[in-house]
């Protein structure tokens, strides 16, 4: 299947799943489900495949066992292409729209420590403060789970005190359900912001290997 954008019932079937997060709505609009938003969105992973490698669909029941939300699916679908641990390409769509981005979004075991020996590093700080005024002078939020404090042992006058309060971080840009949502121009600006946000990904690759 050659993907040609994502079609209104995508969209139409969030809305409802929303207002209605049961195995009832489920089971009567799977089909939706199916044709809608899996067919188009494993498109989409395969026409980006060439350049960023192997897209990975998620699947869209939530783990609720530890949950108090026991809504039993999950109100998007997302895509994620790894390059490391928990690092990547992403791409979602839900009601409100699409989101693309890049970047670390769940530090593992060790790599936290090594996150920050890395940026606490000028040799290699510097280069991710450069690329991150990158990613924020191209537009691009940068989100992730953050301290609100200072990680111990890190003096408060630390030129990269921002990036040292990160356990996660990533970048993206969002958009509303627009015309050109359902056409094959999602490719290309996702294929965009995937490239700008190479540099984050290729940083966050190189210094923080799996354990």
Do not use: C
Request: hydrophobic share 40%; proline share 6%.
């Amino acid at each position: 299947m050659s993907f040609s954008g994502f079609p209104d019932d995508a969209f139409v079937f969030y809305e409802g799943l929303e207002a209605d997060n049961s195995r009832t709505y489920w089971t009567r609009h799977r089909r939706l489900y199916e044709d809608a938003v899996k067919a188009p969105m494993a498109a989409l992973g395969e026409e980006l495949e060439a350049e960023f490698g192997r897209a990975h669909l998620f699947r869209p029941n939530r783990d609720v066992r530890f949950a108090k939300d026991k809504s039993p699916y999950k109100t998007h679908q997302g895509a994620y292409v790894a390059t490391g641990e928990a690092i990547g390409y992403y791409v979602q769509i839900d009601a409100a729209g699409l989101y693309a981005g890049a970047g670390l979004y769940a530090a593992q075991g060790g790599q936290l420590a090594r996150y920050r020996e890395a940026v606490d590093e000028e040799i290699s700080g510097v280069p991710l403060e450069k690329i991150m005024d990158e990613v924020r002078a191209a537009g691009y939020t940068v989100e992730g789970d953050r301290l609100k404090t200072r990680p111990r042992g890190v003096p408060e006058d630390h030129p990269r005190l921002d990036l040292l309060r990160h356990r996660s971080l990533h970048a993206g840009r969002r958009f509303d359900p627009e015309p050109w949502v359902h056409t094959p121009e999602v490719a290309a600006r996702v294929r965009v912001i995937w490239r700008d946000l190479a540099p984050l990904v290729e940083w966050l690759t190189a210094h923080l290997p799996a354990d």
